[in-house]
Each structure stands twice: as structure tokens, then as C-alpha cells.
DNA sequence: AGCGATTCGTTTAATCTTCAACCATGCGAT
DNA sequence: ATCGCATGGTTGAAGATTAAACGAATCGCT
């Protein structure tokens, strides 16, 4: 924008750069650890982060809507991303049993195999692509950062297993 | 992962809760970001961002690599979306003058005043978000932090225009 | 108990992105 | 000149995500 006819409080200069280089920063940071993990096992970002919350949940198990609110993404994006971890042998659902409208999602032995498999593979990248490569305290500001966005934008949420 | 067998450098908890707010306020960020556009202005994040960099060039006029790489999109993915803007009337294809197999993209009147219209919203949506909500110092880092990250991850990349 | 409003999860279709194959042009060496 | 190869960009199909509509079960209230 050149000419400003409008009272917008535009950024300056530096929070610009800033944001353009979290734009670009976070689509190569995520295309290349999506790469990695569909090239060396065969899964995306999405369903790895989905079999990380299956792993930690008691008895390797969680509802649907827990699952999508602890990633973040829809309901709808949960059932297809299950349903394709379904197919593959790595999760298997089930009815709920204390509420007939839930069903659950449980790692199979398969799964949990698998993101022991790729997570190493996981991990080594966000470190060489992030974490290793710059301070630690500018790492913790990013931190804190992004806690503060999550928050802001999170309203009624209940489930706040999400960090 | 609870036994560890392997000699992988994980993630300690602080980065592993970095990480994780990272992950969830990013989706989430970016997903309000790109709601506000579409419901306000019938835009997509992505299209935003290809009508700014076309804004910001000697006669609103960039070559579809160039482009692509300014926002760090794969070709194919810039003239999908070059070809959704190009029949919404807001950019217009022309071959290149210098090189037979070139192409630029340029933005119309139509473009131009549709970005005018959608820039404050898309600003107020960064502003209210993200600039705003944490001190400056913090966002700077996150600059700095992503901007090292972009460069670990751009190799072959000769539009520098990037940032 | 019964009724309306919510919540849960799925489904289908539309939209967007990725992937692989492809043609045309330009470049460099011979 | 011409051959081989790299680059620029598009295409169509496959894959993933979003959006809207839906049925089923639960909850809250009376």
C-alpha cells in the first residue's frame, strides 16, 4: 500500500519483515518436516500429531472431539485423518462406552510402532529446522508467543489438554 | 514416548511446549486469519498474499517463478491459484516479453481496489492476534527465530525478494 | 416421563493442494 | 546449426481439507 487514505493501523516496517518471515518460515519449516515424515514413514504431519496424543492418552485412547480440539482441527478433518489411520492398521475405533454418542480411538500396536518409528525422524528435523538453530531464549519468546495466540483464540474450549 | 531405547536428542519439555503452541497457535491463527478474508472479502490467505507481492511490483507485474518463490508456494500450486484470481477478474495473464516461455501475472484495477478493501481486515486480524498481544522484544525473536529458520530451508533459491 | 436444545461424530460435495507427466522455450557445448 | 539438457509453466488426477447437512444420543428443564 502507497497512498492511505484509511485510519488502519498499518504494521511498520519491522513487525512487516517479522511477519513475512513467519509466513515463509512456517510454510518451509512445515512443508519439509511433512516431507520427511511422508518420505521415510509414510505419514503427514497431521496424522503423526494424532498418533502423539493417541501415545500419551490413557490406555493409548481418547474421544474424537478431545483429539480434534488437543490438535486443533476440526471434527470433520479428525474423522477423515482416523479414518485414514483406520485403514492402515494404526488406529482402531470404537464406541464409547459410558456415552453412546462418543467413540473412541485407539493406537494399535501397529500405531504405537509406527510413531516410534518416525519419531526420531520427526524430533531430528524440528531441531535442525528450528530448535537447534537459534538461541534459546529467542526460542522461549516464541514460546510464550504463540501460548498467547492459542489463548487469545481459543474461546470455549474445554478441553485444555492442548498444550 | 516413555522407554527410550534409541539415542535420538529429544526435545526437553519447554521446547517440546514450544513446539506443541507453536503447532496449535499457528493453526489456529492462521485459520481465523483466513475466515476473516473469506467471509469479508471472498479471499483466501493464500490469494491475499499473492495480490500483496503483485501490489508491490514495478507495474504490479511479477513472472509466475518469481512469485511463487516471493511466497514460497510450488509453481503448479501459484498458477492454480493465479488461475482462480485471473476468473475473478482481479489478475490478468500475459506472456513475457523477454523470455518465450515466461509468463507474469498482473494485477488489475479490479485487484488492486479488491486488495485495498481486504488489507485493513487482514491487518486489524495480524494486529489483534499476534502484534498486538505480546511485547515487542518477543516478536522481534520470533522474527529473528523464523527467519533463520527460512534460510536454513531455502538452498536453490534465487529470488531473493523473499522477505 | 417428555420435549427441545446441544453435543457427537459422520457423510457428501466443493474447494484447495500436491504429484507426476508433459510441452515449449531457451541455454551451452560441440 | 544442432543436440542434449535445464528451466518455465501448465495440466489433470489424486489426495487432503473445509463446509454444510444430517442422524443419533444426551442433557436440562419442566
Same mark, same amino acid.
Given at each position: 500500500?502507497?497512498?492511505?487514505?484509511?485510519?488502519?493501523?498499518?504494521?511498520?516496517?519491522?513487525?512487516?519483515?517479522?511477519?513475512?518471515?513467519?509466513?515463509?518460515?512456517?510454510?518451509?519449516?512445515?512443508? @519439509?518436516?511433512?516431507?520427511?515424515? @511422508?518420505?521415510?514413514?509414510?505419514?503427514?504431519?497431521?496424522?503423526?500429531?494424532?498418533?502423539?496424543?493417541?501415545?500419551?492418552?490413557?490406555? @493409548?485412547?481418547?474421544?474424537?472431539?478431545?483429539?480434534?480440539?488437543?490438535?486443533?482441527?476440526?471434527?470433520?478433518?479428525?474423522?477423515?485423518?482416523?479414518?485414514?489411520?483406520?485403514?492402515?492398521?494404526?488406529?482402531?475405533?470404537?464406541?464409547?462406552?459410558?456415552?453412546?454418542?462418543?467413540?473412541?480411538?485407539?493406537?494399535?500396536?501397529?500405531?504405537?510402532?509406527?510413531?516410534?518409528?518416525?519419531?526420531?525422524?520427526?524430533?531430528?528435523?524440528?531441531? @535442525?529446522?528450528?530448535?537447534?538453530?537459534?538461541?534459546?531464549?529467542?526460542?522461549?519468546?516464541?514460546?510464550?508467543?504463540?501460548?498467547?495466540?492459542?489463548?487469545?483464540?481459543?474461546?470455549?474450549?474445554?478441553?485444555?489438554?492442548?498444550?
Amino acid at each position: 500500500m502507497t497512498t492511505d487514505t484509511t485510519d488502519t493501523a498499518w504494521l511498520d516496517q519491522g513487525q512487516q519483515r517479522t511477519w513475512r518471515a513467519f509466513l515463509v518460515g512456517t510454510t518451509l519449516l512445515m512443508e @519439509r518436516l511433512d516431507r520427511d515424515l @511422508r518420505d521415510q514413514h509414510n505419514l503427514s504431519m497431521p496424522e503423526y500429531e494424532i498418533l502423539v496424543r493417541l501415545s500419551e492418552a490413557d490406555s @493409548r485412547c481418547m474421544r474424537m472431539a478431545v483429539l480434534a480440539d488437543s490438535v486443533s482441527h476440526s471434527r470433520s478433518r479428525v474423522t477423515h485423518t482416523i479414518a485414514r489411520l483406520e485403514k492402515a492398521g494404526l488406529v482402531i475405533r470404537a464406541a464409547c462406552q459410558s456415552d453412546g454418542r462418543g467413540v473412541e480411538a485407539r493406537l494399535t500396536e501397529k500405531g504405537f510402532a509406527a510413531l516410534e518409528e518416525a519419531a526420531p525422524t520427526h524430533v531430528a528435523g524440528v531441531r @535442525r529446522f528450528l530448535v537447534d538453530l537459534v538461541p534459546e531464549e529467542d526460542l522461549e519468546a516464541v514460546g510464550r508467543v504463540f501460548n498467547a495466540v492459542a489463548d487469545s483464540l481459543i474461546e470455549q474450549n474445554p478441553a485444555m489438554d492442548v498444550r
